[in-house]
Structure formats: C-alpha cells, structure tokens
C-alpha cells in the first residue's frame, strides 16, 4: 500500500527570503553605523514605544508587583522544571583527559560563553515560556552576562509577566526592544550591554533572518522557521485528542504545518471531521491563524503500517513528534528525527511548550533530521588541550612531520623537527614523506 494523502498542502512554510533579507539586512547595517540612537528610531518606528529600553530596577519591581501571585507560582513551577532538567543535561558533559600515548596526556573542557542574547516574543502572544526556556538554560550553564530582550507594546512596556520570568531566571538585564533592532542592540553591545557571544530564542521571520546574517559574527541556537507539529496515531487514538492537539499547534501562526500520520484511515477521516468546529470555536486571532495553517499547510496521510509511519515521520523530522499508539517503547526505540517527542496522549506539546522542564526552542523546517534542541549545551563551548613530556612528544613529532611533508605541508613538518633536534641531539630520525 502507498500512502494516501487525504489532505495535502497547497503551500510549504517559507516566507518571502529575498525580501525579508533586504530589509533586515539594510536594518542591520543602520544599527551598526547609528548605534543606540538608531535602534531606538526602530523601536519607535515598529514597536511604537517611546520609554526606557533597558529597565531599571525600580521599573523591574513595579512590573513584578502586578504579575499575580498564582501566575508568579506557576512562573516558578515551570523555571524549577526547566532548571532542573538543564542542571542535568549539563551533569553528561565531563572534563576528561587521557593519556594517548606514554606521556602524551590530552582532554576535553567545558567552558560557557560569556554574554548570552536570549529573545522572548511579546508581540502577538506573549511568550513567558520562552523567557523560562532561554534565559534559565543560560543560567545554569554559567554564562556571566544574561539579556533578556522582548517587544515592548505601545504605552505599555514589555509585558509584567515576561519581565517577572526574565528576572527570576537570572537575566542580567532586561532589554525592551523588538524585532531586528533588539537582535542588533544585543549584538553590536549597545545600551552599555556587552556583546552577545550566542543569540537564542524564537521570533518572527525577522528575527530569525537577522540572527542567520548575524551566524558568525555570534553564535545562535539554530536557524528557525516557523513552528511545526506532526501526531502519530493508530486505530485505538483518541481522535478527540488527536484533533485538539493539532488545533493547539495550528494556532502558533498562519503558517506552522500540522500533520497527522496514521495507519487507520477512519481515524484520520473523524479527526478531519473534528477540526474544523474546534477551530472555529477558539477567540478570533487563534482562529484566524488556525483557520490559515489548517487550510494551507496541514496533512493528513494514511500509510501501510506503523514502520511505514515511523519512516514518513522521519522523513518530515518535525519539530514536535506526538505518538499517540500503542507500544510507545517501540516508537522510542524506533523514531529518530524529531525536535522533541511526546509519548502517549497523556503529554502533549503544549505540556513541553510551557512547563515540563524539556525546552520548546526546538528544530523547525525539517532541521530535526540534524540537530537538536535548545539546551545548556549550546551555551557551552567544548574545547581541547594536551600536554607532554619530551620523551612522550617524540613519536607524535616523528608521525606528524612525515603526515606533514606527503601532504606537502613543509613548515607544519619543521615545528616537529627543530622539537626533535632540540629534545634528542644525539639521535637520528627519518622524516621524509616515504620514511
């Protein structure tokens, strides 16, 4: 049996590229001339927000005092999750060191950056989640210097609540600047800030171009597209949940792809039949970017069995992966492109995307196939050395200068032959290409 697209996309998840490289590009090099002066026309210009960009302490603690405390306790909750789960993530990386050869000792060390840049949207939705998922990760890896940088609405400021979650995370500072002009700020070191060595973070289409023109300059967390979600489901599926999940994910935007995958095509054709009213049933703005991403993005396909399931999700490698089937021990062991994966309907992404403690700045567009997530390690630079005794530098000297010299690289062979004369006077080797 091939699979059978009951329902196929009419568009793929890309935006403009060309135009949206021009103008975040020209942006980028306005910044970069006219400095803080610049970037606070920008703000004014898109974020319409004329008040203090980096906020004080005092504006800190007036924005905390209106966060209500069950909030707060759930904020809490979420960055316990989050702090935790990355404090053990950190804990599976070592410095080691072994010795190669009698007297040749080399090793591994970790070492965080210095200044993490981490951008939580504020704009349609107010993403306290991503402020939790950023800047706690950068904590606990040991980054010396945290900016938390989100949209500040017109009149209003950078919503209490992510200014509530930035802080208690352990963000340095607390930057009220959206868009291309809060990547650059971070990134060019204005407002007194020192530059970011990483930049991370979800955000819209500018935002993720600005950070891939910036990739090298700094580093960043990974090249995002818009987010995705495939369900996995067989014949014994909720299909009330299944329906629901997809809804739940189609409302991040009007073009993050959802996709049901299935070995039962009645399943699929009632989670079809359930869709749409969830989705008419939600407030206006989710339902108008539900409505789109169902219309145009989403699939629903049929395949033969769930191998043939497991491969046509691997082929996606989406960003959230929701098994919702039986035996889930043979979907852990058998998936293998994913962002994060979500086993049995009793989790869900949404649970992922807010509070359990794995982080939801995840792989979109197919990246899963290669990389994964957000994690502490991305903050952390994984280095080298070595050191040796002269008698143990003596056979590593002898190999590298013939390597060197059939590679026709003479100076490298040189370095390990003046240690050779200098170390064994009395000795002869031979160090030609064919010795």
Sequence with gaps: MTREYLKKATLTAKSDASETHKIVTDILADIEAGGDAKALEYTAKFDRYDGNVLLTQEEIDAAIATVPEKLKSDIRFAHDNVKRFAELQKSTVADVEMEIAPGFVAGQKSIPVDAAGCYVPGGRYSHIASAIMTVTTAKVAGCKHITACSPPRPGVGVAPAIIYAAHICGADKILAMGGVQG????????????KANILVGPGNQFVAEAKRILFGR???????????????????????????????????????PVWLV?????????????????????????????????????????CADRADMAACSDEYAPE????QAD??????????CYGSLFLGEETTVSYGDKATGTNHVLPTSGAASYT???SVHKYMKIVTWQRATRDGSKAVAEATARISRLE????????ADVRLAKYFPDETFDLSANG
């Design 183 to 194: 990547v650059a700020a971070m990134t060019f070191g204005l407002f007194g800030l020192p």
């Design 262 to 302: 299935t070995d039962d095509r009645a399943l699929a054709q009632k989670v079809m039949s359930l869709v749409p009213d969830m989705i008419a049933d939600l407030p206006e703005l989710n339902r108008e970017n539900a409505f789109a991403a169902w219309r145009d993005y989403a699939e629903v396909i049929v």
């Design 408 to 415: 026709g690289m003479e100076g490298h062979a040189r370095a």
């Design 327 to 336: 035996d889930l021990d043979w979907w852990l062991a058998n998936l293998t």
């Design 372 to 374: 994964g997530g957000l």
């Design 320 to 323: 959230h992966l929701t098994v």
């Design 218 to 256: 700094v580093g960043i967390d990974m090249i995002a597209g818009p987010t995705d979600s495939l369900v996995l489901a067989d014949k014994n599926a909720d299909p009330h949940i299944v329906a629901t999940d997809l809804v739940s994910q189609a409302e991040h935007g009007y073009n993050s």
